[in-house]
């Protein structure tokens, strides 16, 4: 694969929250064709999670998978959605799709010439990049606010741009 | 473009935070079932419903629905190669016009098709 068919590849990131998951579905590096946030309220959150990235992934069958690379020093997600980033690997796997761990410092990197210091920072710059995004971006959160459910879907829509940054370089 | 895209109808009216209820009754259709099913190219859209896609998104219906034009394209263009086939041999005034018309469609839609491929 070329440079250009790289940067033309289909890519499918996902971020997954307390609440339920977040998914981008990238045509392109500048083009979401998709894109959305799950709500899970069950008891076996990570079951149902598993199901809807499933049929995600067979209905799209992408290039690439992209999550947060969890194994990585300083990673901060919990014991739960550790368990399902190993699920979604091993259902990539199955379906034979490239699966690509980003880390938290590579989507700061990304994002360093917008001066980004927090994740919500990251999400105005990318409601910038990508105005089909832009609607969905939640108010500033204050300290008392618990964090708001649409936040997940610009984590998936960073994983995804920050993918494609180093596809570029 | 990838396979699994039918049509750019989810992406353009998510863009623009149209559920697809809305879009329904925009399209002038009772239930939001039928957007579902043209999403998801389990249904073809009619001519109404390309043509008010244009409308509505500002998006020519090549690009809106590009499996469905591909479609069209090839069928058409197979018709046309058949009927300069047909007149090949004619040599009045009238068949020259018809090739010359004929043979203006087939090199726009090669030209177009290499440039959406990057020849």
Known sequence: MNHQEHMQSTVLSIYPSSRGYAYVLFESAENPYDWGVKDIRKKNKNEAALEGISTLIERYLPDYLVIEDHTEKGSRRSTRIRRLYRMISNVALKEGIEIRRVPREAIFKCFASDGVKKKSDIARAIARELPELAHRLPPARKIWMSEDPRQGLFDAAALGVAFYTTLRL | ?119
Not at chain 2, 77 to 91: G, K
């Open chain 2, 1 to 119: 473009m990838p396979s699994f895209i039918h049509d750019y109808l989810r992406s353009h009216r998510r863009k623009w935070a149209i559920t697809q209820k809305e879009l329904a009754f925009l399209l002038g259709h009772k239930s939001p079932t039928h957007i579902s099913r043209l999403e998801q190219g389990k249904r073809i859209p009619s001519k109404d419903v390309v043509l008010a896609c244009e409308v509505l998104f500002g998006v020519p219906a090549r690009s809106c629905f590009p499996k469905l034009y591909a479609e069209i394209e090839e069928t058409v263009l197979a018709r046309a190669a058949t009927l300069y086939e047909r007149i090949d041999n004619e040599t009045s005034k009238t068949a020259i016009r018809k090739k010359e018309f004929l043979a203006t469609a087939l090199k726009r839609a090669i030209t177009r098709n290499n440039k959406t491929e990057g020849v």
